[in-house]
């Protein structure tokens, strides 16, 4: 039982694994300067996203409004997998007397025991399986809208680039017209860039400068290696295309940057409450089971896979609220949020429904077992 437990462990490491290597390469993907435009325009996920921010005008809120209606459309599904979690919990407790015999007869860390365990849950119809389902399709909802968020995110950072440049060309042609000099051209272009930047680009929200860049110590705008790796392009070759945008991005971030405002992008608010949901949202229906009496029918290869999920899963939530934007931090902590609230709102009527599906299988089963009889 002891190996089964390390087993389980490592099987649930490679499941967190598979999604991060899954996320990293739905952001891998890098394309030339020239390809940019096109490549970029929001599909899927990232036009729905666009289409709400347009109505709301602020992306942090964006976030926040498309969270709850993700929420709203996926609620029946949860509810779905909160009632064949508890009825299979109320399945295992029912087995409980039989459980204890085998393991008592057989051993409970011995081969034979784990064998007539499950032949006794095959013969009663329990599935282990729908233990998993919620962690599964939790997970592929994460990555699809992790997917969506990063498309848009490249989207929005290269946009905001190509307005904010073609901005600073049409103040510096407007002064030298003007009769300036070229210094004092690019330095009042700067000045005005400035101001166009944190009225009509900066995507404020709350305590974040900037949503589109981490809630974290970093700056409000990147550089430019960071700004080519968050758009996905293609520095490779040192082309003379990368050169020009190198040259002209640097314009920008001098001006929003070295002459602007240059201090943490955010107050790592996100990226701790990431952490600390995420771990919440996995303790309290343990805490929840614990208090019914339910924690008893875990077998030790489910309870180490829930104590490995409880450090696992808030560690990588941790790492998205640090590394990734802050709107897709602003997502993962209205979700860990959201779902506390309906586990506690929901625990009643789940038990109830639970509780129905339960009792009307006894019935079932028993008048089967009555109807061979005669």
């Given at each position: ?17 598979v999604a991060l290597f899954v996320m990293t390469a739905c952001s891998s993907k890098t394309y030339d300067p020239d390809q940019l435009q ?96 919620p962690t599964i399709i939790t997970m592929m909802v994460f990555i699809f809208v992790f997917s969506g968020v990063n498309n848009y995110s ?221």
């Amino acid at each position: 039982m002891k190996q089964q437990r390390i087993n389980q462990i490592i099987l649930t490491v490679l499941l967190l694994v598979v999604a991060l290597f899954v996320m990293t390469a739905c952001s891998s993907k890098t394309y030339d300067p020239d390809q940019l435009q096109e490549a970029l325009q929001p599909t899927g996920v990232a036009l729905g996203v666009q289409m709400l921010y347009n109505a709301i005008g602020n992306y942090g809120w964006t976030m926040v409004v498309f969270t709850l209606l993700l929420k709203v459309v996926m609620l029946p599904l949860e509810i779905w997998q909160k009632v064949s979690a508890k009825k299979m919990a109320l399945e295992q407790k029912a087995l409980l007397p039989l459980k204890e015999a085998i393991e008592k007869k057989y051993g409970a860390n011995s081969q034979k025991a784990n064998e007539e365990l499950q032949k006794l849950y095959k013969k009663q119809g329990v599935s282990m399986l729908s233990s998993c389902l919620p962690t599964i399709i939790t997970m592929m909802v994460f990555i699809f809208v992790f997917s969506g968020v990063n498309n848009y995110s490249r989207y929005r950072n290269y946009t905001d680039y190509t307005n904010l440049y073609n901005q600073y060309e049409t103040y510096y042609s407007e002064n030298i017209a003007n009769g300036m000099t070229t210094s004092q051209a690019v330095e009042d272009a700067e000045d005005r860039l400035y101001v166009y930047y944190t009225e009509e680009i900066q995507e404020r929200w709350l305590w974040i400068n900037n949503v589109w860049r981490p809630d974290t110590w970093e700056k409000s705008m990147s550089d430019f290696a960071r700004f080519a790796q968050s758009v996905g392009m293609s520095t490779a070759g040192g082309s003379s295309a990368v050169g020009d945008m190198q040259a002209h991005y640097e314009i920008v971030y001098d001006a929003i940057i070295t002459n602007g405002y240059d201090g943490w992008n955010g107050c790592l608010v996100l990226p701790l409450l990431c952490t600390l949901l995420s771990f919440l949202a996995m303790w309290l229906p343990q805490k929840m089971d614990k208090k019914q009496g339910l924690d008893q029918v875990q077998d030790q290869q489910q309870a180490a896979t829930n104590k490995s999920m409880m450090v696992m899963m808030p560690l990588m939530m941790a790492f998205f609220g640090f590394v990734y934007t802050g709107a897709f931090a602003i997502y993962i902590t209205c979700n860990y949020l959201l779902n506390l609230i309906t586990t506690i709102a929901l625990r009643k009527p789940v038990d109830a429904l639970a509780v129905k599906s339960f009792l009307k299988k006894q019935e079932q089963s028993q008048q089967s077992k009555a109807s061979y009889k005669r």
